[in-house]
C-alpha cells in the first residue's frame, strides 16, 4: 500500500463528540476530507445540525446527533442512532470537554464537577460505547481529547480542575490501550497548546499576549493544525501506535 493511502479513511465512521465548533469542527472537515462519514454530536442541535450540512458538502454523509455524554442513557441513545444511520463506527473522536477558571480555594462543587464529569466521565462513557460497537469489529480508533494541561501547570490562570481532568485523560486512554488491545482496538490521546478557538478568543488579549510569549513558536495554533494529528492517529498510518499522548504545542511544553 503507498503510504499516503494509509492515510485515507474511505468508508470509514466517526464519531465526534463536541464536534458542532471549534477543535471538533475542523477535524470533522478534515477527516470528511479524507473520505469518512461522520456524526457530529453535541449538546446544541442546531449548530450540530449547521456544522453538519457544511461538512456534508465535502461529499460525505454527515449527521447531527444531540446528546449530553454526560449522561448515560444519552450516550446509549446517541450510539443507537449512530448505529441506525452508519451500521458501525470505525473512529471515534471523543472531543467534548469544559474549563472553568476558578481558584482552588474558591472552586464550587458545581465548577468542580461540571468539568470533571465532561471532560473525564462523560470521555470515559464515550469510550465505553464506542469500545462496545469496535468489540464486535475487531478493530477501531479512539482518540481522546487531552491538553498540555496534563503535563504543566497553567499560569496565570489558575485551573486545577480542568488541568486534573485532562491528566486523568491520558492516563485513562494508556489503561485502555492496554485492555482493548486484545480487541484490536487503539486509544491514544491528543493533548493539543493553546488553540485560537471560541473558548480561546473568550479571554482578555492581555492574557493571550502572556500565553504567546511562553511559546517557543510564539503563535497560538489554528485549529485546522490539529487535523493532522488526528488523522494521523485515526488512519492505518498510526496501525502500530496505541497508548501514545501526543503533543502539538508549539513548544510550551519544552521549557
Known amino acids: 500500500m503507498n503510504i499516503l493511502d494509509k492515510f485515507r479513511l474511505d468508508g470509514k465512521k466517526v464519531v465526534i463528540t463536541g464536534g458542532s465548533k471549534g477543535i471538533g469542527k475542523s477535524v470533522g472537515i478534515g477527516l470528511a476530507q479524507a473520505g469518512a462519514d461522520i456524526a457530529i454530536v453535541a449538546r446544541g442541535i ?32 446517541m450510539m443507537k442512532e449512530i448505529l441506525k444511520a452508519f451500521g458501525t463506527v470505525d473512529v471515534a473522536f471523543n472531543n467534548a470537554g469544559t ?30 460505547a464506542s469500545a462496545r460497537v469496535m468489540m464486535k469489529n475487531r478493530g477501531g480508533s479512539i482518540i481522546n481529547m487531552a ?60 492574557l493571550m499576549r502572556q500565553w504567546i510569549e511562553k511559546i517557543p513558536m510564539k503563535r497560538m495554533a489554528e485549529p485546522e493544525e490539529l ?4 488523522l494521523f ?17 508549539g513548544g510550551y511544553t519544552l521549557w
Open 46 to 77: 442546531e449548530l450540530a445540525e449547521e456544522t453538519a450540512h457544511e461538512i456534508a458538502a465535502e461529499g460525505v454523509k454527515c449527521i447531527a446527533v444531540k446528546a449530553d455524554v454526560t449522561k448515560p442513557d444519552d450516550v446509549d441513545r
Open 99 to 128: 474549563a472553568v477558571v476558578e481558584k482552588a480555594e474558591e472552586m464550587s462543587y458545581e465548577s468542580l464537577r461540571a468539568v470533571i464529569d465532561l471532560n473525564l466521565v462523560g470521555l470515559f462513557l464515550t469510550c465505553q
Open 147 to 206: 491538553s498540555m494541561s496534563a503535563h504543566v501547570v497553567n499560569v496565570p490562570q489558575t485551573t486545577a480542575n480542568y488541568n486534573a481532568s485532562k491528566a486523568g485523560v491520558v492516563q485513562l486512554s494508556k489503561c485502555l490501550a492496554v485492555e482493548w488491545a486484545q480487541h484490536k482496538i487503539r486509544v491514544n490521546s491528543l493533548c493539543p497548546g493553546y488553540t485560537l478557538t471560541e473558548l480561546a478568543r473568550s479571554f482578555s488579549e492581555d
Open 227 to 230: 487535523q493532522g494529528a488526528v
Open 233 to 249: 492517529l485515526a488512519s492505518d498510518a498510526s496501525s502500530y501506535c496505541t497508548g501514545t499522548d501526543l503533543i502539538v504545542d
